[in-house]
């Protein structure tokens, strides 16, 4: 599909023609909206017509990274992982792979440890935040004679608690 300008699909047919499951549903809509908003596809009497521009999507996915790269050598990890997400998109959209072991590929952190530490724009947000944390401790404690409880909630990378310990 969306290979040639005037291939013509209802958003229904499309996901089934597709094999999208019930759980990506949404994040179809919300890619299909992207398409429309840019100018790959047009809506027409409930039908999804592809346009002239559909046909050099492929170039443009090849060589965007590239082109990215040149520009920004500093977002070589986003640039990773986002090609890794992007090509098993058709794998996690039909619940042949799971989008966890897509980034975390058998629980590693290889893909987004680079995301979440030692690139500048995490160490200065984890910074920040680090500072706004310390002194939002110093303010609790003064107000309950030292005693505070601290509970640390996380999705299980540390990067963020080991700026702020």
Do not use: W
Not at 17 to 41: D, G, R, T, W
Not at 47 to 65: A, G, S, W
């Amino acid at each position: 599909v969306f290979n040639r300008s005037e291939e013509r699909y209802s958003i229904q047919g499309l996901i089934k023609k597709l094999m999208i499951i019930p759980s990506y549903h949404a994040l179809f809509h919300e890619l299909i909206s992207i398409l429309l908003k840019n100018n790959y596809v047009q809506m027409e009497n409930d039908q999804l017509i592809t346009l002239e521009k559909v046909e050099y999507i492929k170039e443009q996915l090849d060589n965007q990274p590239e082109q990215l790269l040149s520009l920004f050598p500093e977002l070589n990890h986003f640039v990773h992982l986002l090609q890794t997400c992007v090509s098993a998109y058709p794998k996690i959209l039909t619940g042949q792979e799971s989008h966890m072991n897509v980034m975390f590929p058998n629980g590693r952190l290889d893909l987004v440890e680079k995301i979440y530490s030692d690139n500048t724009i995490a160490d200065y947000y984890n910074d920040l935040l680090s500072h706004f944390i310390e002194r939002y401790i110093q303010q609790r404690i003064n107000l309950n004679n030292g005693l505070i409880h601290i509970m640390e909630v996380g999705a299980g990378t540390g990067s963020t608690t080991g700026f702020v310990l």
